[in-house]
C-alpha cells in the first residue's frame, strides 16, 4: 500500500501563488508516475499534471500550461505543484495520486493510490 497526504491547500486571491505538497509513504518504490488532479463542485475530476520518477517527464493540462509547474523530491518522496497566476476556475480540491506506470498520463484510471485532497479558492 502507498499513502498520499497532500497540503498547502488554502484561500488565495486571484493572482496569486500557492504551493502544494503531496508527500508518499508506504510502498512508494512501487509506484513510478505522480499526478495532481483536480475537482470542483458539480463537475468531474479532471486532470492537472503529471511527472515521472526518473527523467522526470512532465505533461500539463492546456489550462494550466505556463502557469503551473510540477516537481518531485524522489529522496523525499514528495511531489510539488507550484500554481502561480491563479484564477478563480482554479478552484476546486486539488489531489495527488500515484501509479507504476512508467509516463505522465493523463488517464486517471492508470493511479492506483490516491490521497484525499486538499481545497483551493481562488477569490476574483
Known amino acids: 500500500q502507498v499513502q498520499l497526504v497532500e497540503s498547502g491547500g488554502r484561500l488565495v486571491q486571484a493572482g496569486g501563488s500557492l504551493r502544494l505538497s503531496c508527500v508518499a509513504s508506504?510502498?512508494?518504490?512501487?509506484?513510478?508516475?505522480m499526478g495532481w488532479f483536480r475537482q470542483a463542485p458539480g463537475l468531474e475530476r479532471e486532470f492537472v499534471a503529471a511527472?515521472?520518477?526518473?527523467?522526470?517527464?512532465?505533461r500539463y493540462a492546456d489550462s494550466v500550461k505556463g502557469r503551473f509547474t510540477i516537481s518531485r523530491d524522489n529522496a523525499k518522496n514528495t511531489v510539488y505543484l507550484q500554481m502561480n497566476s491563479l484564477k478563480p476556475e482554479d478552484t476546486a480540491v486539488y489531489y495527488c495520486?500515484?501509479?507504476?506506470?512508467?509516463?505522465?498520463?493523463?488517464?486517471?484510471?492508470?493511479?492506483?493510490?490516491w490521497g484525499q485532497g486538499t481545497q483551493v479558492t481562488v477569490s476574483s
Open positions: 511527472i515521472t520518477r526518473g527523467s522526470g517527464r512532465t
Open positions: 508506504g510502498r512508494t518504490f512501487r509506484t513510478y508516475v
Open positions: 495520486a500515484t501509479g507504476t506506470v512508467s509516463y505522465p498520463t493523463l488517464d486517471a484510471t492508470m493511479y492506483d493510490y
